[in-house]
Each structure stands twice: as structure tokens, then as C-alpha cells.
């Protein structure tokens, strides 16, 4: 099994990126997707999460309007576009699997992606 996050870098405050996970190694189409984050410091914060289809999906209140979760089963990815950026969304992104559950909690999420480093910062 294999999540490769990628997208991330260096971005001035207002911002946008687009960040991407390609999955392999399981069926990423039965699979629900989530977005998670951690700052230095912090505990693993929950961003987004989608289910399999796409058509249910769930963010964390600080990101709310600004960050998008997407998915394209056909190319195994789910994607976060992340408008409006802000100094405070500076952390790792991870991405993650879980079988059964949108979930925002890590412990129901079976694999994970290595991270992918995000700062803003003018």
C-alpha cells in the first residue's frame, strides 16, 4: 500500500495550492479519503475527509470554506485544493485510507501518506 502526497511548498499568505495523493496497493475506490494536518508541536489535526463516491464529505471548521477535498477514482487520487491561505495553516498534510469511516478522527484511518510540508508565509 502506498499514499504519495505531493503539491506542498512554500506559498505568501492569500495563497492557494492544490495538493495531491495517488494511491496504490488497495481498491481506492471503496475506500473513504481523508486530509489531515500537523503543525510542530500540535497534535494531528483533521482537514477534510470524502467518501468513496464523492458525494459525502466533511471539513474542520478552521478550514472551512476555504479548502476543497476532491477525488478522480478512475487515477487512484484524491486531491485538497487549498484557497485563502493563512500563516496558520502552515503544518505537515498528510493523506489517509480508511475502509469503513468518514471519520475525523486518525485512529479510524488505516493508512497514511509520508506528509507533504506547506508554509505560508510572506
Known amino acids: 500500500v502506498q499514499l504519495q502526497a505531493s503539491g506542498g511548498g512554500l506559498v505568501q499568505p492569500g495563497g492557494s495550492l492544490r495538493l495531491s495523493c495517488a494511491a496504490s496497493?488497495?481498491?481506492?475506490?471503496?475506500?473513504?479519503m481523508g486530509w489531515f494536518r500537523q503543525a510542530p508541536g500540535k497534535k494531528r489535526e483533521f482537514v477534510a475527509g470524502?467518501?468513496?463516491?464523492?458525494?459525502?464529505?466533511k471539513y474542520g471548521e478552521s478550514v472551512k470554506g476555504r479548502f476543497t477535498i476532491s477525488r478522480n477514482n478512475a487515477k487512484n487520487t484524491v486531491y485538497l485544493q487549498m484557497n485563502s491561505l493563512k500563516a496558520e495553516d502552515t503544518a505537515v498534510y498528510f493523506c489517509?485510507?480508511?475502509?469503513?469511516?468518514?471519520?475525523?478522527?486518525?485512529?479510524?484511518?488505516?493508512?497514511w501518506g509520508q506528509g507533504t510540508q506547506v508554509t505560508v508565509s510572506s
Open positions: 496497493g488497495f481498491t481506492f475506490s471503496s475506500y473513504v
Open positions: 489517509a485510507a480508511s475502509r469503513y469511516v468518514l471519520s475525523t478522527t486518525p485512529h479510524n484511518y488505516d493508512y
Open positions: 470524502l467518501s468513496w463516491s464523492g458525494t459525502n464529505m
